[in-house]
């Protein structure tokens, strides 16, 4: 595990300042390199480079924001993720190295809110990690000032003071990243998001790039609320089903 790093570039703050990540991966070149970057937009980074030191770490610093590998020595990165959302919530930015959906749907089960593939891009890590960050602190803002009552469409129940989502009165574990895409799903439904608007609403994410992460968040949200539920219109996007009146 390293020391606490603060940037001392002399700019000004960044949205980053004071902001803590932990980055767990095990390439030294990969871990320095995404230090490297996130020390530079403003942020205190610390490393660890396997599952137990990455727990341990998590626990003893309290990070705003977690990077973390699925292959690590130790325990993987889903145990990983596993343990530290027992201790606290924390927004899980999960890397793998394969272009697998199967790792990736596991990985967003055990509380992950996105996921890149090997390689990328310095420059999208650093974007997706500052949109994470916005997210939190709007579902902070959110629960200061929550909408009246809960919305109902059918089934499906969604308490957008508690963040809650219930079908047939039964409580659904949701991440923040998948309450937010239903949120948004049910303020328009039975209208087709095309992936694209789901990126910039839910994601504040523009680049077309990002269009797979939808689709694994959508496959992850329907597993938990019912598959009938998600209208796939292919070649353009999704819409939530609603009961007819």
Sequence with gaps: MEQTHTSHNGTAATPGAQRRVLVVEDDPTIVDAIATRLRAEGFLVQTASDGPAAVDT???????LLILDIMLPGFDGLEVCRRVQAQRPVPVLMLTARDDETDMLVGLGVGADDYMTKPFSMRELAARVHVLLRRVERAALAASTPRSGILRLGELEIDHAQRRVRVRSEDVHLTPTEFDLLVCLANTPRAVLSREQL????????????????????????????????????GVGYALETPTP
């Design 58 to 64: 998590a626990e003893a610093w309290q990070p705003d």
């Design 199 to 234: 990126l910039a609403e839910v994601w504040d994410w523009a680049d077309a790039s990002g269009t797979r992460t939808v689709d694994s968040h959508i496959k992850a949200l329907r597993r938990k609320i019912g598959a009938e539920r998600i209208r796939t219109v292919h």
